[in-house]
């Protein structure tokens, strides 16, 4: 079992930065790939970036050289899973998500806001 607890995001202007921060406690040694995605109004659930528990990463195009994404391992039986997401644009307004992945099963996080307006 896994628990996913995200934090971070808010209202920041155009071309601004924004930090995003996902926890996963329980069996994270289970955990397999790291991931953000979001959702935006009216739209379905995108993928936005991916790290695998061997360090491999992997971006959706329309954030590739913007977005960085990162995870730690941590003694305290929890990993993280870091966005750093710069050069926002309006279009990145949505709600993140992120996601944990032990073998077929998914957990979730509750969703962060990022709002990106002038």
């Known amino acids: 079992q896994v628990q996913v607890v995200e934090s971070g995001g808010g209202l920041v202007q155009p071309g601004g930065s924004l930090g995003l921060s996902c926890v996963a406690s329980g069996s994270i040694f289970s955990i397999s790939t790291m991931g953000w995605y979001r959702q935006a109004p009216g739209k379905q659930r995108e993928l936005v970036a991916t790290?695998?528990?061997?360090?491999?990463?992997?971006?959706?195009d329309s954030v590739k050289g913007r977005f960085t994404i990162s995870t730690i391992s941590r003694e305290n039986a929890k990993k993280t899973a870091n966005l750093q997401m710069n050069s926002l644009k309006p279009e990145d307004t949505a709600v993140y998500y992120c996601?944990?992945?032990?073998?077929?099963?998914?957990?979730w996080g509750q969703g962060s806001q990022v709002t990106v307006s002038s």
């Open positions: 996601k944990a992945r032990v073998l077929t099963l998914d957990y």
């Open positions: 790290v695998s528990s061997g360090g491999s990463t992997n971006y959706a």
